[in-house]
């Protein structure tokens, strides 16, 4: 064998150790890349508020935005009527005056019943009668009913309004100067 030849398998050698070396690189980096998008998925992306984000709170429910229908579940006359007047004056929107079409016995000052979709609108009637129960059916719409039992006598206190939340601290002015 002859020095030639033996320079020429070093070389190629080389070569291969080089080339070896540069696929395992490229190989690493692409194993890299690939876990670091994967990573992504798992990482929450729901945008947190910072100091001077402005939060929109969902406005309170107020009586204007509940309808109700008003039942007579005793044997008085004209009660559901009357009721349903003073509920008008309160600001609540009045659909049906009638007796109750359940034909219960109401031993409390009323009964509210509500669907899934009024539930917000049953509590806030809730908060105008004293001593009412809540009693949740299968109705689809958000209307809610008050059927007022033996023990009526009439709506108590208009509750007061609440702020909803901490204040905010302001956020900084900037002034851009052109």
């Not at 020429?8 to 540069?22: I, K, P, Q, W």
């Not at 719409?141 to 008050?146: H, I, N, P, R, S």
Request: net charge positive; charged share 20%; glycine share 8%.
């Amino acid at each position: 064998m002859s020095l030639v030849d033996d320079a020429d398998a070093l070389e190629f050698r080389a070569r291969r150790r080089r080339r070896a070396t540069v696929t395992l690189a490229v190989l690493l980096l692409g194993l890299a890349g690939a876990f670091y998008y994967a990573s992504t998925y798992f990482r929450e992306t729901t945008p947190r508020p910072g100091p001077c984000t402005t939060v929109v709170a969902q406005a309170p429910l107020t009586p204007a935005d509940v309808t109700i229908n008003v039942y007579n579940a005793t044997g008085r006359q004209g009660l559901a009527l009357a009721t349903s007047k003073r509920a008008a004056d309160r600001g609540f929107k009045i659909a049906n005056v009638s007796n109750d079409p359940l034909k219960k016995t109401i031993k409390a000052p009323a009964q509210i019943r509500y669907g899934p979709a009024g539930e917000e609108s049953a509590k806030l009637l809730a908060q105008h009668v004293k001593g009412a129960v809540l009693a949740r059916d299968k109705r689809k719409g958000d209307t809610v009913d008050l059927v007022l039992g033996n023990a009526w006598k009439q709506f108590g206190p208009a509750p007061t309004a609440t702020a909803t939340g901490p204040a905010l601290p302001p956020c900084p002015t900037v002034t851009i100067e052109g």
